[in-house]
């Protein structure tokens, strides 16, 4: 079992969650836990790539379909982005031309566009976009229970080359 985003909530809320859901496992099952940490910010429009630190008092447009746009959206303001305005889509939903009229009627104001990588991936990648656009590439780290995720690789790999 893995909880994410666990560096989201307090440790004192982080133990009931761990103690409930340890409940319901196997005495034998692992629980790892997990953060969503930024990288850098992908270039949705050829140009270089650029570090973090580079979305310190931007004026920004947030994009998201995700099921928690305001982790997405805290993250960027904690990286020192200064939001606009936001178009929050339902989970996988949102058509690309609805996206870039949404940003054309927002734009004035903001300097650059921001988005998730996977919203990037249906809506960002054909140039379309009227200014500098970039998706925050995130990764998930292991902040406890790693070796029990190692352990279950190397027995997946063993039953992968047995057969």
Request: net charge positive; hydrophobic share 40%; charged share 30%.
């Amino acid at each position: 079992m893995v909880l994410t985003r666990t560096g989201s909530v307090g440790p004192d809320r982080l133990a009931v969650l761990k103690a409930e859901v340890s409940m319901h496992m196997r005495p034998s099952s692992g629980l790892l836990e997990s953060r969503h940490e930024p990288r850098q910010l992908v270039s949705l429009q050829g140009r270089k790539n650029l570090p973090l630190s580079e979305l310190r008092g931007r004026k920004v447009l947030a994009v998201s379909a995700i099921g928690n746009p305001k982790a997405f959206e805290n993250t960027l303001t904690e990286l020192g982005a200064r939001l606009i305005a936001t178009m929050r889509l339902a989970d996988h939903t949102g058509r690309a031309d609805q996206v870039r009229e949404w940003i054309r009627r927002n734009r004035r104001q903001a300097e650059w566009i921001l988005m998730t990588e996977k919203d990037a991936m249906r809506w960002g990648t054909d140039g379309g976009l009227p200014v500098p656009a970039f998706a925050l590439r995130m990764e998930m780290v292991f902040s406890d229970g790693e070796d029990h995720w190692r352990k279950l690789i190397s027995l997946i790999k063993r039953l992968v080359q047995a057969r």
